[in-house]
């Protein structure tokens, strides 16, 4: 689940998208309630002209990350997954942008033990 949230939260497309935001928006049905409210209300952001020239999308990759030594260990309601994330604006005519690497550290949530686990909160470290 984590890893479907990630893809498509940070899938930006310059075709149907302002920014970020607006993919981070998409991935609601991953969130949990509350941190769907601050993705909202993160301030807008804007796909870069050149981007949109070529009608370019932020292509995702991810490779699980081994726990750190000291990360919390998951619980009935709630989990911790670490990834590294590397993103490649990619147009639709060939044009590739410059890469961009990161680790991510996502929480994740659930009411009860039954229910669907959600993202509750994300942080990236960008790498640089």
Known sequence: ???????????????VDTGLRDARLRAAGYLTS????????????YVPEEWRRHRAYLA???????RETGAP??????????????TVPTGRDRWR???????????????SERAPWRVSDVTVADDG
Do not use: I, N
């Open 73 to 86: 260990h998951d619980r009935r309601t709630a989990a911790y997954r670490q990834w590294e994330m590397t």
């Open 97 to 111: 942008g410059s890469s961009s690497a990161s680790v991510v550290f996502m929480s994740l949530a659930r009411s």
């Open 60 to 66: 995702v990759r991810l490779r699980p990350l081994v």
């Open 1 to 15: 689940m984590s890893r479907a949230a990630l893809t498509v939260m940070y899938t930006v497309d310059s075709t």
């Open 34 to 45: 509350g941190y769907t409210t601050v993705v909202e209300g993160e301030p807008e952001q």
